[in-house]
């Protein structure tokens, strides 16, 4: 599937640019493989989070796996410092941290009630979850939107999220813009411009997570974060171009 965007590049103007969505999806022009299935990448453009909760040693425990779809390698998120469901425990997070920027994840949950979620500057998650259909669920902006649950395919199959994400702006220290994301899960849009008003999770979920409650937003650049809780929930084909979205709109 192809999207259209309209975005306001690093000068001001306007450029009109066609994105794929859904499983499979390549890295375009411009964009950077964060995980590619390999030891190699995993190790070289990720660290674990070491935030209040940190109980786990590098290097990283998280395993190559063979995909059990395809053919190559992808990465298994369960770690050992994570057995329970003790999240932030085993968090990985991109070495690398972004402002505005579009995102291309693919996960795949082996069995049920698999648990994982990805996070946009290491602050808001996109729910990875099965079985859960609040807004606490699947594809849901947590605790900001309902879950799309509709448009996941399943147990042992793989699912897509691509993501264009716009961070928090501010001014003379405090907040004007709230951040805000256009989501895509297999190639439908499940979300668009959504609004996320704080940080959800306590101190142990990420940045700000412990700061006024997580209202208290802070203008910093984050990671691409992925959570272990101790559940067999494998990522493949991560991707991530840095963007300056100009104008408060995320659609695409």
Not at 6 to 21: D, H, L, S, Y
Not at 125 to 152: C, F, R, W
Not at 211 to 228: C, H, V
């Amino acid at each position: 599937m192809i999207a259209m965007t309209t975005v306001a590049g690093v000068f001001g103007t306007c450029i009109t640019a066609f994105a794929q969505v859904g499983v499979g999806v390549k890295a375009p022009k411009g964009a950077e493989v964060y995980l590619d299935g390999s030891r190699k990448m995993l190790d070289e453009k990720w660290i674990y989070w070491e935030g209040p909760r940190f109980a786990a040693k590098p290097p990283i425990k998280w395993t190559v796996v063979n995909d059990p779809v395809d053919k190559g390698t992808v990465i298994n998120c369960n770690d050992p410092a994570s057995a329970g469901g003790l999240y932030g425990a085993a968090d990985i997070v991109t070495k690398k941290e972004f402002k505005d920027f579009r995102a291309h994840v693919e996960f795949l949950i082996t069995k049920p009630g698999g648990n994982s979620g990805v996070y946009l500057q290491n602050r808001y998650e996109i729910q990875v979850l099965d079985g859960d259909t609040t807004s606490h669920g699947m594809a849901a902006v947590i605790n900001e939107s309902k879950s799309p649950y509709y448009a996941y395919n399943g147990i042992g199959k793989w699912n897509s999220y691509d993501i264009l994400f716009r961070a928090a702006r501010f001014k003379d220290g405090k907040m004007v813009e709230q951040p805000m994301v256009t989501l895509y899960f297999n190639g439908k849009k499940v979300h668009s411009n959504q609004k996320i008003s704080q940080v959800w999770g306590g101190p142990n979920s990420g940045i700000d997570g412990g700061n006024n409650g997580g209202k208290g937003i802070t203008d910093k650049p984050g990671g691409l974060k992925l959570q272990s809780e101790g559940h067999d929930v494998y990522y493949r084909n991560i991707w991530i171009k840095e963007m300056e979205l100009d104008k408060a709109d995320t659609s695409f």
